[in-house]
C-alpha cells in the first residue's frame, strides 16, 4: 500500500494513526461488538464516546465555562444561516468582514434575515490580503460581527483577532481551527466545518456564548436553532456519530503532540518551509500579501501557466496529489493542514526546487 500525501483542500488528509485506530476499531469497538457506525447514539457507549470529545476539544481550545460545544450536522455552510437565524432579530444590523468565496455565501445567506454591512472587503485585490483591525468599519449596535479566520481559496489569514468591543464577534474556523491556540472568550461563536482540520466531512462543531443561544427569531426551523441542540447535547435528533467518533480520535492525538502550542509551533515551521521555496525561487510566486499568508493554504503560480499540467501530471506521479489551485486563484494551492506531515511538504519543496531546475 503506498499513501500520497495529499494537498486537497477538503475533504482533506486525516492523520493515518487515526485512520488506522479507526480499522483497527472498526468491527468491534472496545468490546461491543460492532462498530461506532452501529450504536445507539443513546447507548452508553457512544454517550462515552461524544463526552470524550467534547473533554478533549474543550481541553484542546481551553474553551471556558458559559461556552456551549456542538456537533451539527450540514457542515459550515448551514452555519451560514444558523448564525443571522439565532443571533439577530428580523432586519437587524449585522456587520461581515468580506475575504473571499466563503465570506460571500456567508453574506449571501445573511441578507436574507439581515441589513448586512460589508466592514470590509479585499475584493479590490483579488482577495490577497486580510484587512487590518484600523480598516473594519464597525456598526457598535451591529448584532454581531462575522469574519472568515482563514481563507481557504485565496490562501490569506487573519493573524489577529478583530476587536468588535461589545458586538459578538462570530467567527468561520473551518479552514484553521486547531492550528493554532486561540482565546475562546473573544468570540461569541466559533463554528468551523470538520472535513479540513478535524475529521470526515458533514459535521460542524460550534462553540457559541450561553447569552447567544435561545434567541432564535420564531421561524427557526428546530433542527437549526442552537437552543434544542445544547439542551440535547448534540442529540436533539441522531448527530453524526462517526465523525464524533474520528474527530474524537483526532482531539487525543494533538493532545498526545502537546496540544495546539505545539501544533502551532509545527503549522509554522512546514508553512516557512513551503513560502521560503516560493519566495527564493523566479519560477515561483506566491499571490497572497506578507502579513496576510495562511499557514494553511498555500497558493503559488509558475512562471509559465503553460507548464501547469506537467507540474501537476509529475508531482503526481511522485505521490503529491491535489495540487490544482481554485479556479479563481489559477495555478497551485498546496493545502497543508494538522494532517499534513513535515515530510509531506519537505517532499513537495524537493519536487518543486527539481522542477523549477529542468524547467527554468
Ligand atoms: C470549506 C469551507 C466552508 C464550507 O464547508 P462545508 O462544510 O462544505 O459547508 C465554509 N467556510 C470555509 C472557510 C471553508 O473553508
Known amino acids: 500500500m ?3 500525501f495529499n494537498f486537497s483542500a477538503g475533504p482533506a ?3 493515518v494513526e487515526v485512520l488506522e485506530q479507526v480499522r483497527e476499531e472498526m468491527l468491534d469497538w472496545h468490546g461491543e461488538g460492532m462498530s461506532v457506525m452501529e450504536m445507539s447514539h443513546r447507548g452508553k457507549a457512544f454517550v462515552s464516546i461524544l463526552e470524550q470529545a467534547e473533554a478533549d476539544l474543550r481541553e484542546l481550545l481551553a474553551v471556558p465555562s458559559g461556552y456551549k460545544v456542538l456537533f451539527l450536522q450540514g457542515g459550515a455552510s448551514a452555519q451560514f444561516s444558523m448564525v443571522p437565524l439565532n443571533l439577530a432579530s428580523d432586519n437587524q444590523a449585522v456587520d461581515y468582514v468580506n475575504t473571499g468565496s466563503w465570506s460571500k455565501k456567508a453574506i449571501a445567506e445573511a441578507k436574507r434575515y439581515c441589513q448586512v454591512s460589508e466592514v470590509a472587503s479585499s ?3 483579488n482577495f490577497s490580503r486580510v484587512p487590518t483591525q484600523q480598516e473594519l468599519q464597525l456598526n457598535k449596535d451591529a448584532a454581531y460581527l462575522h469574519y472568515t479566520s482563514n481563507n481557504t481559496i485565496f490562501g490569506t489569514e487573519f493573524h489577529y483577532v478583530p476587536d468588535a468591543g461589545t458586538v459578538p464577534l462570530v467567527c468561520d474556523a473551518s479552514s484553521n481551527i486547531l492550528s493554532r491556540p486561540i482565546d475562546v472568550s473573544r468570540f461569541g461563536l466559533i463554528y468551523a466545518g470538520a472535513q479540513k482540520n478535524i475529521g470526515p466531512a458533514g459535521m460542524a462543531i460550534v462553540i457559541v456564548r450561553d447569552d447567544l443561544i435561545g434567541n432564535a427569531r420564531p421561524q427557526t426551523p428546530t433542527m437549526m436553532d442552537y437552543l434544542p441542540q445544547a439542551e440535547n447535547d448534540s442529540c436533539y435528533n441522531t448527530p453524526p456519530t462517526f465523525a464524533i467518533y474520528v ?3 483526532v482531539f487525543k492525538k494533538l493532545l498526545a503532540e502537546g496540544g495546539l502550542e505545539a501544533v502551532e509551533a509545527m503549522n509554522i515551521q512546514k508553512s516557512s518551509m513551503l513560502y521560503s521555496a516560493i519566495d527564493n525561487s523566479d519560477f515561483y510566486e506566491c499571490p497572497t500579501e506578507l502579513a496576510s499568508r495562511s499557514r494553511m493554504n498555500v497558493p503559488f503560480t509558475l512562471a509559465n501557466s503553460e507548464l501547469d499540467g506537467d ?8 505521490g503529491l496529489v491535489t495540487l490544482k489551485g481554485h479556479r479563481s486563484v489559477g495555478g497551485m494551492r498546496a493545502s497543508i493542514y494538522n494532517a499534513m506531515p513535515v515530510e509531506g511538504v519537505a517532499a513537495l519543496v524537493d519536487f518543486m526546487e527539481s522542477f523549477a531546475r529542468q524547467h527554468g
Open 2 to 4: 503506498a499513501r500520497v
Open 13 to 15: 488528509a486525516l492523520p
Open 123 to 125: 475584493a479590490a485585490v
Open 247 to 249: 474527530a474524537g480520535l
Open 311 to 318: 507540474f501537476l501530471k509529475q508531482a503526481a506521479a511522485a
